[in-house]
């Protein structure tokens, strides 16, 4: 695996949220949310540098306060209810470049949302996008349901049917082709894809995969509990 210093970490994390109020400060198992993250990736031993974007001042405030190395103010068109994440991770790593003067080959996504990955999980997902060769990679873990079997849409006249079909009937979930529910843990670039092409998917994709158990991400205020559980449970082990 490369050196550390070819590698930027980037977390951007807005201070709105409908679902949660202010979930990125909210504290869990007794430390802001977006604190997780970061210590991960300085655990990790992976990272020159970690840059927080964001459009609140509280919370940049608290990544600062949690060791971050760049503050980068979002703008407001980035940061909407309709902004999608990728236009903002590239944001951030081109600020961060130029307050650098450098640039990172790499660079790695942590959701802030997602806490409950291992500083292993990052090590895992970067080793398969360097000795890949691929654009990127996303993180996944086996999807409770199939497209093949039992997941399945409304059509327009209002019957069902599953979403893909296969090309012999499947009879049993575990017949079908293995599928994945993305995670939304941890998203790695090669520098020049994300900046040129800023999107999630490229030809050559790979995925990462990670268990059930680290790949809960918080939406709700029940997942809050969830993870509050999980990681007094890590930590009390």
């Not at 060769?133 to 849409?153: H, K």
């Amino acid at each position: 695996m490369a050196n550390g210093t070819d590698r930027l970490c980037t977390l951007c994390a807005r201070g709105g949220s409908k679902g949660v109020p202010d979930k990125n400060l909210r504290r869990v198992a007794g430390k802001p949310l977006l604190a997780w993250s970061l210590e991960q990736a300085r655990a990790s031993g992976l990272f020159q540098s970690i840059a927080v974007s964001s459009d609140s001042s509280d919370i940049l405030a608290a990544a600062g306060d949690a060791g971050a190395d760049f503050l980068i103010e979002r703008p407001a068109e980035l940061a909407s209810d309709t902004a999608g994440k990728v236009p903002a991770i590239r944001h951030c790593l081109l600020q961060a470049e130029a307050r650098a003067g450098k640039r990172w080959p790499v660079v790695v996504d942590l959701d802030a949302t997602a806490p409950l990955r291992l500083p292993e999980d990052i090590a895992g997902a970067i080793a398969l996008l360097e000795e890949s060769g691929a654009a990127s990679v996303i993180t996944g873990t086996p999807a409770r349901r199939s497209p093949y079997f039992n997941l399945v849409e409304r059509r327009g006249d209002g019957t069902v049917a599953v979403c893909k079909a296969a090309e012999a009937a499947v009879l049993r979930r575990q017949d079908a082709p293995a599928c994945f529910d993305m995670n939304a843990s941890i998203y790695v670039w090669r520098r020049d894809a994300l900046v040129e092409q800023p999107t999630v998917f490229y030809p050559d994709t790979r995925l990462y995969e990670m268990p059930a158990e680290r790949s809960l991400d918080i939406d709700s205020a029940l997942d809050f509990e969830i993870v509050e559980f999980l990681l007094s449970k890590r930590t009390n082990a």
